[in-house]
Nanobody, 123 residues
């Protein structure tokens, strides 16, 4: 599975962005999908995840209520809608795929990773 993240950019605090993660190579309909981010000088951290059935989701406390993960299996794409962005959301955002039903927050459990898209939020 190849993953291509896009949609990042430079925005102001309070703005919104929608990231997309387009998959190719095979259908991701049986994959749990996740978004992670890595800020400069910091370790990669979990942001959000969604099950293969688009049912259960999980969010980091820092983004709960502001970010929404969704997926369109027909388009082989996963999205991350980010609202009320804060400067501390500035990071490179990565999408990842896990061949499993259960969603997890540990990046080491994911099998495939995209190349990342940069989100910069100015104050």
């Amino acid at each position: 599975v190849q993953l291509q993240a896009s949609g990042g950019g430079l925005v102001q605090a309070g703005d919104s962005l929608r990231l997309s993660c387009a998959a190719s190579g095979r259908s991701i309909s049986r994959y749990a999908m996740g978004w992670f981010r890595q800020a400069p000088g910091k370790e990669r951290e979990f942001v959000a995840a969604i099950s293969w059935s688009a049912g259960p989701t999980s969010y980091a406390d820092s983004v709960k209520g502001r970010f929404t993960i969704s997926r369109d299996n027909a388009k082989n794409t996963v999205y991350l809608q980010m609202n009320s962005l804060k400067p501390e959301d500035t990071a490179v955002y990565y999408c990842a795929a896990r061949l499993a039903i259960v969603i997890v927050t540990d990046g080491r459990e994911y099998n495939y990773w995209g190349q990342g898209t940069l989100v910069t939020v100015s104050s």
